[in-house]
């Protein structure tokens, strides 16, 4: 494998973690307006991606190979909950 396709794989890999994290946190940021004033769209989406890229990393560990459905569900419990710690646990 050659450094190219090594970069792919793991784009590859980290893509789910990447696009979920961005538009959970738009879409986020979009419903909770005057919520998250004060926490910039970049910040939400850094937390989130970062989360999704754990759990990516946790199921490959857990499970051996990567697209199991379980490391799916817990990329996207953990973007929620990242979400959740950075701009909305001090909403009420």
Do not use: E, Q
């Amino acid at each position: 494998m050659g450094p190219l396709d090594a970069l792919w794989h793991l784009l590859n890999f980290f893509g789910p973690a990447i696009g979920v994290g961005l538009i959970a946190a738009v879409l986020c940021k979009l419903v909770w307006r005057r919520g998250l004033k004060a926490v910039s769209v970049r910040d939400l989406a850094v937390w989130a991606m970062g989360a999704g890229a754990l759990a990516s990393i946790a199921g490959l560990v857990i499970f051996g190979r990567d697209g199991k459905m379980l490391t799916y569900a817990m990329l996207v419990a953990g973007t929620a909950l990242a979400l959740w710690w950075r701009g909305l646990r001090h909403l009420r």
